[in-house]
Structure formats: structure tokens, C-alpha cells
């Protein structure tokens, strides 16, 4: 008989949702259309942002960033969900999946400080706007949406050189819709405590304190707001981040459902829906809350629609 280290595992398999019981090709082809409009979607706002003149603020430049982080979500986890989908599961060499769960990370954490330094600038747009501009100045706007990136995709390998030197050899079956965290500790025969160690240290501050920031700003935004003698002037100070409280709501209200409530680990199915909530219609949610509340975006729309 074999010894534990003497049959390495080399691939896994991924599950996603198991057996559709004949309803694979309907849900392959939503899934289909779901990957289609959120990167049609978001690449639009891309574009818009870059081709017209009224958005060429700190604002949009921001949310073009944000259209950018929701495409990398969602081509790092839809194509390997809706293969797994189509062929009732998806076979991964164990580099794959590793892959799969770096990018994924990353980009999870550069849109959680995405969306503070979307908050900072509502912040100053909204209570020094005499010197909004003069503040957010291209250098500044440009070092805050390269920093997200830098650090997501950074500090994210301290985590994954780690988790690369796992060795597989209890089995080879993922139950989930990606390459997540979790169930590649539960399929590994190795000490996985200098990966739950640096989880604690470098994610509990990079979604906490972000997080935490988002609130303060938007507290001092708010009691700005409240110091507008006009109604109108009330309202459209407000109009100009709500979109933006929509966006971080949906982002941190699926996030922390999937990763501050333990007992959804002993809920498959229920944990694979808010992650599909998280990394599926989340970047799909995104451009069409921008699309259709922000004017700005919507007059550009229909400028580019009528050539």
C-alpha cells in the first residue's frame, strides 16, 4: 500500500456545481451571456472614460480602474466555472488552480483599496470642493489608482509561495465554483499554518482598514451633506456618491457573508451562491449602477450612440 507522500496529486478536479441533471447547456449559455455583458459592460465604461471629455476627471478615471479590476474578476473565475459547468467538472493541473487563486486574491484586495481611494476622492470632492482640484492633481490621481494594484498583486505573494509548496496527496476534488483558499488547505497534506499565519497578518488589515476608512469618509461626507442650505444642492452632492455606496455595499456585504461567517463552510451550496454573488454579478452589478445613475456616463452613452 501506498504511504501518504508516495502518490502526489497533479491536477484537480473542479466541481462547480456538480450535477445540473440535464440543465447544463441552459445554465452554460447564462453563464455565457453573463461573462459576455459584464466585459462588454465594463469595457464600455473603459472606453468611454478614455474617448470623452466630460469624464476626464479623477472620478472616472477611478471607475475605469474598477471596470478594469471587475474584468480580471471575472476572466480569472467565470471561463474554468463554466467549463466545470458544461463538462461537469473541470480538470486543473494543481500550477492552474494555484494561478487561478493569485490572481483572484489579488485582485480582490486591489478593489477593496480601490474603492477607499474612490471614497477619498468623494471626500474631497465633496467637503474642500474649492480645492478639490489642486489636491487631486494628476500625479496624486495617478499614484492612487497604480498603488491598489501594486499592493494586491505584491503582498498577495507572500501568501502564494506558501501555499505553491503544498503537497496534494489526500485527494483531488475542489466542491467549489474556483480555486479558492480553503479547499486547497482541506486537500493538502502539508502544515498549512504559515498560510493561515500570514492570511491573519496581511488581509485582516487590507480589507479591515479599507473598509474602515470607507465609513469614516463617508460619515464627514454625510454631515456635509447636511450643511447644504439648498435641497438641491443636497441632492446632487449625494447623487454624486451613491452609485459609489451602491458599488461598496454589494462588494463588502457578499465579501464579508463569504469570509467573516464561518458557518457557511458547512453550507456547500449556500457558500457557493455568495461567492457565485461575489465574483459573478458583482463585476456584472458594477456597470450597469453607473450606467444608469450617473448622468455624466449616461449623456456620453447616448453621444457615442448616436455616431
Same mark, same amino acid.
Given at each position: 500500500?501506498?504511504?501518504?507522500?508516495?502518490?502526489?496529486?497533479?491536477?484537480?478536479?473542479?466541481?462547480?456545481?456538480?450535477?445540473?441533471?440535464?440543465?447544463?447547456?441552459?445554465?452554460?449559455?447564462?453563464?455565457?451571456?453573463?461573462?459576455?455583458?459584464?466585459?462588454?459592460?465594463?469595457?464600455?465604461?473603459?472606453?468611454?472614460?478614455?474617448?470623452?471629455?466630460?469624464?476626464?476627471?479623477?472620478?472616472?478615471?477611478?471607475?475605469?480602474?474598477?471596470?478594469?479590476?471587475?474584468?480580471?474578476?471575472?476572466?480569472?473565475?467565470?471561463?474554468?466555472?463554466?467549463?466545470?459547468?458544461?463538462?461537469?467538472?473541470?480538470?486543473?493541473?494543481?500550477?492552474?488552480?494555484?494561478?487561478?487563486?493569485?490572481?483572484?486574491?489579488?485582485?480582490?484586495?486591489?478593489?477593496?483599496?480601490?474603492?477607499?481611494?474612490?471614497?477619498?476622492?468623494?471626500?474631497?470632492?465633496?467637503?474642500?470642493?474649492?480645492?478639490?482640484?489642486?489636491?487631486?492633481?494628476?500625479?496624486?490621481?495617478?499614484?492612487?489608482?497604480?498603488?491598489?494594484?501594486?499592493?494586491?498583486? !505584491? #503582498?498577495? =505573494?507572500?501568501?502564494? +509561495? /506558501?501555499?505553491?509548496?503544498?503537497?496534494?496527496?489526500?485527494?483531488? *476534488? &475542489?466542491?467549489?465554483?474556483?480555486?479558492?483558499?480553503?479547499?486547497?488547505?482541506?486537500?493538502?497534506?502539508?502544515?498549512?499554518?504559515?498560510?493561515?499565519?500570514?492570511?491573519?497578518?496581511?488581509?485582516?488589515?487590507?480589507?479591515?482598514?479599507?473598509?474602515?476608512?470607507?465609513?469614516?469618509?463617508?460619515?464627514?461626507?454625510?454631515?456635509?451633506?447636511?450643511?447644504?442650505?439648498?435641497?438641491?444642492?443636497?441632492?446632487?452632492?449625494?447623487?454624486?456618491?451613491?452609485?459609489?455606496?451602491?458599488?461598496?455595499?454589494?462588494?463588502?456585504? !457578499? #465579501?464579508? =457573508?463569504?469570509?467573516? +461567517? /464561518?458557518?457557511?463552510?458547512?453550507?456547500?451550496?449556500?457558500?457557493? *451562491? &455568495?461567492?457565485?454573488?461575489?465574483?459573478?454579478?458583482?463585476?456584472?452589478?458594477?456597470?450597469?449602477?453607473?450606467?444608469?445613475?450617473?448622468?455624466?456616463?449616461?449623456?456620453?452613452?447616448?453621444?457615442?450612440?448616436?455616431?
Amino acid at each position: 500500500m501506498l504511504g501518504r507522500n508516495e502518490s502526489r496529486v497533479t491536477e484537480i478536479i473542479l466541481l462547480g456545481f456538480g450535477n445540473l441533471y440535464g440543465f447544463n447547456i441552459l445554465i452554460f449559455i447564462i453563464f455565457l451571456n453573463i461573462f459576455l455583458i459584464t466585459v462588454t459592460g465594463n469595457l464600455l465604461i473603459i472606453v468611454l472614460v478614455s474617448i470623452s471629455h466630460n469624464l476626464h476627471f479623477p472620478m472616472y478615471f477611478f471607475i475605469c480602474h474598477l471596470s478594469m479590476s471587475d474584468i480580471v474578476v471575472t476572466t480569472t473565475t467565470l471561463p474554468s466555472l463554466m467549463e466545470a459547468i458544461l463538462h461537469g467538472g473541470k480538470v486543473m493541473t494543481i500550477l492552474d488552480c494555484i494561478t487561478q487563486l493569485y490572481f483572484y486574491s489579488g485582485i480582490i484586495v486591489t478593489e477593496c483599496l480601490l474603492l477607499a481611494v474612490m471614497s477619498y476622492d468623494r471626500y474631497l470632492a465633496i467637503c474642500f470642493p474649492l480645492r478639490y482640484m489642486s489636491i487631486m492633481d494628476f500625479t496624486l490621481c495617478t499614484c492612487l489608482s497604480v498603488l491598489p494594484w501594486m499592493l494586491g498583486f !505584491t #503582498l498577495n =505573494i507572500l501568501g502564494i +509561495i /506558501p501555499v505553491s509548496n503544498f503537497q496534494f496527496c489526500d485527494g483531488n *476534488i &475542489i466542491d467549489h465554483i474556483y480555486c479558492d483558499l480553503s479547499p486547497l488547505q482541506k486537500l493538502s497534506c502539508s502544515d498549512t499554518s504559515l498560510v493561515e499565519f500570514i492570511g491573519i497578518v496581511i488581509s485582516t488589515p487590507l480589507f479591515i482598514c479599507p473598509c474602515g476608512f470607507i465609513i469614516v469618509t463617508y460619515i464627514y461626507i454625510f454631515l456635509t451633506i447636511l450643511r447644504i442650505p439648498s435641497t438641491t444642492g443636497r441632492q446632487k452632492a449625494f447623487s454624486t456618491c451613491s452609485s459609489h455606496l451602491l458599488v461598496v455595499s454589494a462588494f463588502y456585504g !457578499t #465579501l464579508i =457573508i463569504k469570509y467573516m +461567517i /464561518p458557518s457557511l463552510g458547512h453550507l456547500l451550496l449556500l457558500n457557493k *451562491i &455568495i461567492s457565485l454573488l461575489h465574483t459573478v454579478f458583482t463585476p456584472l452589478f458594477n456597470p450597469l449602477v453607473y450606467s444608469l445613475r450617473n448622468q455624466d456616463i449616461g449623456i456620453a452613452l447616448r453621444k457615442i450612440s448616436k455616431h
